[in-house]
């Protein structure tokens, strides 16, 4: 498992699974496109870039560098290491035909093609991710504060996400790791308890 102290941002859900098979990092999707009218999901990678930092990795198309270029934009360069993966033609597995450019995107690399990008990009590797606590927040802790798996969770977590200026559309699992990236424990049972 690859330890990266930076936010991993990337177009889609099927580039975070396929980094989550070897990166132990927070990993946010722009959902393509929807990035550009979407200001809490803007607000959210703000703050992570401030908080770690970020890693920018997007398909190496003609869309990935819209999508790269656009968050060089609401993010300091300061704050921002770019990863670029190679161009290499064909099609994704799930895929049945390649994309309109005819390049693999970060979902039908290897691992250890994408691993040697970030290492390239200068990601802070090894260090672990830098979270404000030593004791971070669990699927069961989840569980157990509401947050998932009862009646009213979905409506908790909005009403949690809404208080903390996150995007109110996260499912359980993104909000545990947006909440173990930028809160302590401590801070979010705080926070659950004035609400």
């Known amino acids: ?101 005819g390049y693999l995107g970060v979902e039908g690399l290897s691992a250890d093609i994408l691993r040697e990008a970030l290492i390239k990009s200068g990601v802070d590797v090894g260090q672990g991710t830098q979270t404000k606590c030593t004791s971070p927040l669990t699927k069961t802790d989840m569980f157990e504060l509401g947050l998932s798996g009862r009646d009213n969770s979905a409506e908790l977590r909005r009403r949690l996400m809404s208080e903390l200026g996150l995007p109110t559309y996260l499912s359980a699992n993104a909000l545990l790791d947006v909440l173990n990236s930028l809160y302590s424990k401590e801070e979010v049972l705080d926070k659950l308890k004035s609400m």
């Open 1 to 101: 498992m690859l330890k990266i102290k930076e936010a991993v941002i990337v177009e889609g859900k099927y580039d975070k699974q396929r980094l989550s098979e070897f990166i132990d990092a927070p990993i946010i999707t722009t959902s393509g496109f929807r990035v550009f009218k979407d200001k809490e999901k803007q607000s959210l990678i703000r703050r992570l870039a401030q908080d770690r930092g970020i890693v920018i990795m997007t398909d190496s198309d003609s869309a990935g560098f819209v999508i790269r270029n656009f968050l060089r934009g609401i993010i300091p360069d300061s704050e921002i290491k770019h990863c670029y993966i190679p161009q290499i033609k064909g099609k994704e597995k799930r895929k049945a035909a390649p994309s309109k450019e």
